[in-house]
C-alpha cells in the first residue's frame, strides 16, 4: 500500500496505491473516488476477525461501527481519501508500537494494523470534548488526518494540549485531563476548560484547529433544527 | 526554403514554464533572453532554411511544447504589407502559410472588425526584420505584457498571417486571464478587449473596471431555475476601453480553465464560474434514476461550443484520465468530457449501501477526462449540521 498526499495543507486528498490482494481500511464516509475494479466490504469489526463485542464498544465510543476494506480485484487498484473539513494529512508508519487516535482524525490503515476503541474511561467523559480514542497497533501504515495543519509535539517530562487539537499521541505516554490554570474557576473563565497533560517520552501530534470551535462560531449562522 | 516562425503558441497540456525552460536551452540562451524571444513572438527564428532542416527544428520544438510554423520563403515578398496586431487585447500577430489563415479566418470570421480596434497598436510583424521589429515592439508594447503572463495564456494568442488574403488577420480567441490563490481560494481575473463580453455567473463578480457593462439575463429557462443554479448569469461587457474583471467562485476551493473548440464538457450543478460569449451553457435533464439517486441534482449543466471556460471546486482538484471505469463519490464529481457515460450505483452490498457512508457512487465508463473535488459540500454540511441550534418546543 503506497500513500501519496497531494494538494497539502489545505485541501489534502490521499491518493492510496494498491497492490492485489493488499486491503486498506477506511472511516466511513472517507472515499472520493476509486478505480472500476474496487471492490468495497462494509463490517463492523476488522477484515477477518468479527467481533461483537468490540463493535459495541465502539458504538458506546461514539463512532461510526462500521469500517469500509477496500480491495482491488484483478491487477492494481487506487483509492482517493478526502475529510469534510478543510486540513492536512499524515503519514505514519507503526512497527509493532501502540499509537492512540483521536477518533475523527483516523482515516485508514493498511492490513497489519489492528483497530481497538480504547476505553480511557472517565478521563474520555471528562475531557468534555466529544472525543473517543482508537487504539492502533501492528505493523503498517497508517492516515491521519486534522483540521488545520498537523505539528508534531515531541514530549519529554510534562506537556500540555487542549483536547481538541489533539490528533494522536504515541502510547509511551501518559495522558490524564487536568484543568488548564491554576484554579479550576479561572481555568473555566478563559474558555480552556479541560487540557490533557501528557507526560513521559514521545511524540504528540497537534492539529492547528479546533473542529468544536469552529462548529460553535457557524451556530448562530445556521437554522434551528427540530431536537 | 522556409522561415520558421514561433508563434508564441504552445502546444496543449504543456506547461509554459517548462516550455520556456525548454526553449532557453533549446537556443542556447539564458531564461531571460528567452522570454523576450516568446513576448515578441510571433518572431522569425531562422531565415531560409531548407526542409530536413526545418522539420528537425519543428520536431524538437514541439517535443518541448511550442508551436513553430514554417512559412515558404517564395511567400515573402508578397507580405510586404503590415499584418493587423492587436497588442493587449490578446490577439495575436498574424504570420503563417496562407492555409493556415485560411482556416483560422473561416472559423472566426465574426471577429475580423476587432482587429480593427487594434489597429492603433498594429505593429510591423514581418518576420524577415525581426530586429527592427522587435525594437519596435519593445518601445511600443504597452505595460501588459508581462511575459510569464502571456506564457501561461498561451490560448489567448492566436496566430495566423494572411499575406494574401485582406480577410485573414485574425482574431480573437480565448481571453487572457491570470488564476491567483492556487490552489486553496483560487480567484480569477479576465482581461477583456473593447467591445468583448464575458458569461459570470451571478454574484461571482467581484471586482471590475468601471467601462465594464453588466447585463443581467435570465438563460436556460425554468430548466435551469431548476438546477439550483441561480437563474441570472451576468454578462459583462467592455466598453470602448479595454476593461478587467475579477471573478470569485462561491466556495473555497480551485478553478480549472478550459478552451472549448466545439467540445462538451458536462459540470455539476454549482462548478460554472465563467464562460466566454461562444459557450453555450444550459441544463440537461439527468432522468429520474441517474439525477434523483445522485443527491445532488437532477440537472447537470451541459458547456458546448466554443471558447473559454472556467469551472471552479470546493476544495482542491484532482483530474482523473479515465480508460475503462473510474467510481466517483456524488458529492465529489465536478465535471467530466463528453466521451464518458456514466450511471449512480451503490458500492458492495446491502450493507455498504446503508452503513459504508459512502451511499451512492458515480461510475464512468469510456475514455475521457474526470474532475473531482477533494472536499464535499454535502459532507460538510452534514457536519455543520450537529451545530445548529435545537429548537425549543
Same mark, same amino acid.
Given at each position: 500500500?503506497?500513500?501519496?498526499?497531494?494538494?497539502?495543507?489545505?485541501?489534502?486528498?490521499?491518493?492510496?496505491?494498491?497492490?492485489?490482494?493488499?486491503?486498506?481500511?477506511?472511516?466511513?464516509?472517507?472515499?472520493?473516488?476509486?478505480?472500476?475494479?474496487?471492490?468495497?466490504?462494509?463490517?463492523?469489526?476488522?477484515?477477518?476477525?468479527?467481533?461483537?463485542?468490540?463493535?459495541?464498544?465502539?458504538?458506546?465510543?461514539?463512532?461510526?461501527?462500521?469500517?469500509?476494506?477496500?480491495?482491488?480485484?484483478?491487477?492494481?487498484?487506487?483509492?482517493?481519501?478526502?475529510?469534510?473539513?478543510?486540513?492536512?494529512?499524515?503519514?505514519?508508519?507503526?512497527?509493532?508500537?501502540?499509537?492512540?487516535?483521536?477518533?475523527?482524525?483516523?482515516?485508514?490503515?493498511?492490513?497489519?494494523?489492528?483497530?481497538?476503541?480504547?476505553?480511557?474511561?472517565?478521563?474520555?467523559?471528562?475531557?468534555?470534548?466529544?472525543?473517543?480514542?482508537?487504539?492502533?497497533?501492528?505493523?503498517?501504515?497508517?492516515?491521519?488526518?486534522?483540521?488545520?495543519?498537523?505539528?508534531?509535539?515531541?514530549?519529554?517530562?510534562?506537556?500540555?494540549?487542549?483536547?481538541?487539537?489533539?490528533?494522536?499521541?504515541?502510547?509511551?505516554?501518559?495522558?490524564?485531563?487536568?484543568?488548564?490554570?491554576?484554579?479550576?474557576?479561572?481555568?473555566?473563565?478563559?474558555?480552556?476548560?479541560?487540557?490533557?497533560?501528557?507526560?513521559?517520552?514521545?511524540?504528540?501530534?497537534?492539529?492547528?484547529?479546533?473542529?468544536?470551535?469552529?462548529?460553535?462560531?457557524?451556530?448562530?449562522?445556521?437554522?434551528?433544527?427540530?431536537? | 526554403?522556409?522561415?520558421?516562425?514561433?508563434?508564441?503558441?504552445?502546444?496543449?497540456?504543456?506547461?509554459?514554464?517548462?516550455?520556456?525552460?525548454?526553449?532557453?536551452?533549446?537556443?542556447?540562451?539564458?531564461?531571460?533572453?528567452?522570454?523576450?524571444?516568446?513576448?515578441?513572438?510571433?518572431?522569425?527564428?531562422?531565415?531560409?532554411?531548407?526542409?530536413?532542416?526545418?522539420?528537425?527544428?519543428?520536431?524538437?520544438?514541439?517535443?518541448?511544447?511550442?508551436?513553430?510554423?514554417?512559412?515558404?520563403?517564395?511567400?515573402?515578398?508578397?507580405?510586404?504589407?503590415?499584418?493587423?496586431?492587436?497588442?493587449?487585447?490578446?490577439?495575436?500577430?498574424?504570420?503563417?502559410?496562407?492555409?493556415?489563415?485560411?482556416?483560422?479566418?473561416?472559423?472566426?470570421?465574426?471577429?475580423?472588425?476587432?482587429?480593427?480596434?487594434?489597429?492603433?497598436?498594429?505593429?510591423?510583424?514581418?518576420?524577415?526584420?525581426?530586429?527592427?521589429?522587435?525594437?519596435?515592439?519593445?518601445?511600443?508594447?504597452?505595460?501588459?505584457?508581462?511575459?510569464?503572463?502571456?506564457?501561461?495564456?498561451?490560448?489567448?494568442?492566436?496566430?495566423?498571417?494572411?499575406?494574401?488574403?485582406?480577410?485573414?488577420?485574425?482574431?480573437?480567441?480565448?481571453?487572457?486571464?491570470?488564476?491567483?490563490?492556487?490552489?486553496?481560494?483560487?480567484?480569477?481575473?479576465?482581461?477583456?478587449?473593447?467591445?468583448?463580453?464575458?458569461?459570470?455567473?451571478?454574484?461571482?463578480?467581484?471586482?471590475?473596471?468601471?467601462?465594464?457593462?453588466?447585463?443581467?439575463?435570465?438563460?436556460?429557462?425554468?430548466?435551469?431555475?431548476?438546477?439550483?443554479?441561480?437563474? $441570472?448569469?451576468?454578462? $459583462?461587457?467592455?466598453?470602448?476601453?479595454?476593461?478587467?474583471?475579477?471573478?470569485?467562485?462561491?466556495?473555497?476551493?480551485?478553478?480549472?480553465?478550459?478552451?472549448?473548440?466545439?467540445?462538451?464538457?458536462?459540470?455539476?450543478?454549482?462548478?460554472?464560474?465563467?464562460?466566454?460569449?461562444?459557450?453555450?451553457?444550459?441544463?440537461?435533464?439527468?432522468?429520474?434514476?441517474?439525477? $434523483?439517486?445522485?443527491?445532488?441534482?437532477?440537472?447537470?449543466?451541459?458547456?458546448?461550443?466554443?471558447?473559454?471556460?472556467?469551472?471552479?471546486?470546493?476544495?482542491?482538484?484532482?483530474?482523473?484520465?479515465?480508460?475503462?471505469?473510474?467510481?466517483?463519490?456524488?458529492?465529489?464529481?465536478?465535471?467530466?468530457?463528453?466521451?464518458?457515460?456514466?450511471?449512480?450505483?451503490?458500492?458492495?452490498?446491502?450493507?455498504?449501501?446503508? $452503513?459504508?457512508?459512502?451511499?451512492?457512487?458515480?461510475?464512468?465508463?469510456?475514455?475521457?477526462?474526470?474532475?473531482?473535488?477533494?472536499?464535499?459540500?454535502?459532507?460538510?454540511?452534514?457536519?455543520?449540521?450537529?451545530?445548529?441550534?435545537?429548537?425549543?418546543?
Amino acid at each position: 500500500m503506497e500513500v501519496e498526499l497531494i494538494h497539502r495543507p489545505g485541501n489534502t486528498a490521499a491518493r492510496v496505491s494498491l497492490q492485489p490482494g493488499e486491503v486498506c481500511t477506511t472511516e466511513s464516509g472517507a472515499m472520493i473516488a476509486m478505480s472500476g475494479n474496487m471492490q468495497i466490504e462494509t463490517t463492523t469489526h476488522q477484515k477477518g476477525k468479527g467481533s461483537v463485542l468490540k463493535a459495541l464498544k465502539r458504538l458506546v465510543g461514539g463512532e461510526s461501527i462500521f469500517m469500509n476494506h477496500f480491495e482491488p480485484l484483478g491487477g492494481k487498484g487506487e483509492l482517493w481519501l478526502g475529510t469534510a473539513l478543510a486540513g492536512d494529512m499524515l503519514v505514519h508508519e507503526l512497527d509493532n508500537e501502540q499509537l492512540i487516535v483521536q477518533g475523527s482524525s483516523f482515516l485508514a490503515s493498511e492490513q497489519g494494523v489492528e483497530l481497538d476503541i480504547g476505553w480511557q474511561g472517565f478521563k474520555s467523559v471528562l475531557s468534555g470534548e466529544n472525543i473517543f480514542w482508537l487504539t492502533l497497533t501492528g505493523k503498517g501504515k497508517v492516515v491521519l488526518s486534522s483540521f488545520g495543519a498537523i505539528y508534531p509535539v515531541e514530549v519529554d517530562g510534562d506537556y500540555i494540549v487542549d483536547t481538541g487539537h489533539i490528533v494522536a499521541f504515541e502510547q509511551t505516554l501518559d495522558f490524564s485531563i487536568t484543568k488548564a490554570g491554576k484554579s479550576w474557576l479561572h481555568s473555566f473563565l478563559g474558555g480552556e476548560g479541560l487540557v490533557c497533560k501528557f507526560s513521559g517520552r514521545g511524540t504528540v501530534w497537534c492539529q492547528s484547529h479546533n473542529p468544536q470551535s469552529f462548529g460553535s462560531s457557524l451556530t448562530p449562522n445556521l437554522i434551528a433544527r427540530k431536537a | 526554403m522556409y522561415n520558421l516562425i514561433l508563434t508564441g503558441k504552445l502546444e496543449p497540456g504543456t506547461n509554459p514554464r517548462d516550455a520556456l525552460a525548454g526553449l532557453a536551452k533549446l537556443l542556447k540562451v539564458d531564461d531571460a533572453k528567452a522570454r523576450e524571444i516568446v513576448r515578441n513572438a510571433p518572431v522569425c527564428i531562422r531565415r531560409n532554411t531548407d526542409a530536413a532542416m526545418a522539420e528537425r527544428v519543428v520536431a524538437a520544438m514541439k517535443a518541448i511544447g511550442i508551436r513553430i510554423q514554417l512559412e515558404p520563403v517564395a511567400a515573402a515578398p508578397a507580405a510586404d504589407g503590415l499584418a493587423g496586431t492587436g497588442v493587449g487585447t490578446g490577439v495575436g500577430t498574424g504570420v503563417g502559410t496562407g492555409e493556415v489563415a485560411s482556416t483560422a479566418g473561416a472559423a472566426n470570421a465574426v471577429s475580423v472588425a476587432k482587429t480593427t480596434n487594434s489597429a492603433a497598436s498594429a505593429k510591423p510583424a514581418r518576420p524577415e526584420q525581426p530586429s527592427t521589429s522587435l525594437k519596435v515592439i519593445a518601445g511600443g508594447k504597452p505595460a501588459a505584457a508581462n511575459p510569464v503572463d502571456k506564457a501561461q495564456t498561451p490560448d489567448s494568442q492566436q496566430t495566423a498571417q494572411a499575406p494574401h488574403t485582406p480577410a485573414a488577420p485574425e482574431s480573437f480567441k480565448g481571453f487572457r486571464y491570470q488564476l491567483s490563490g492556487q490552489p486553496d481560494y483560487c480567484f480569477i481575473s479576465v482581461e477583456i478587449p473593447a467591445g468583448e463580453t464575458i458569461k459570470v455567473e451571478a454574484s461571482a463578480m467581484a471586482s471590475m473596471t468601471t467601462n465594464m457593462l453588466m447585463k443581467t439575463r435570465a438563460k436556460g429557462g425554468l430548466s435551469r431555475f431548476m438546477s439550483g443554479e441561480s437563474v $441570472f448569469i451576468n454578462e $459583462f461587457t467592455a466598453d470602448t476601453v479595454p476593461g478587467e474583471i475579477g471573478i470569485a467562485p462561491g466556495s473555497p476551493g480551485d478553478v480549472k480553465h478550459l478552451y472549448l473548440d466545439n467540445e462538451e464538457v458536462f459540470l455539476q450543478n454549482s462548478a460554472f464560474v465563467a464562460s466566454g460569449m461562444g459557450v453555450v451553457a444550459e441544463s440537461k435533464w439527468q432522468g429520474f434514476t441517474k439525477g $434523483f439517486f445522485s443527491g445532488e441534482s437532477l440537472f447537470l449543466i451541459r458547456c458546448s461550443g466554443q471558447g473559454d471556460l472556467w469551472f471552479n471546486t470546493y476544495g482542491a482538484m484532482i483530474e482523473i484520465d479515465v480508460a475503462g471505469d473510474y467510481v466517483v463519490d456524488t458529492g465529489n464529481i465536478v465535471g467530466f468530457t463528453s466521451g464518458l457515460d456514466y450511471d449512480i450505483q451503490s458500492v458492495g452490498g446491502y450493507k455498504s449501501l446503508f $452503513f459504508s457512508g459512502e451511499g451512492l457512487v458515480c461510475r464512468f465508463r469510456g475514455h475521457g477526462k474526470v474532475w473531482i473535488q477533494t472536499r464535499s459540500v454535502p459532507a460538510f454540511a452534514s457536519w455543520a449540521n450537529w451545530y445548529r441550534p435545537v429548537k425549543k418546543k
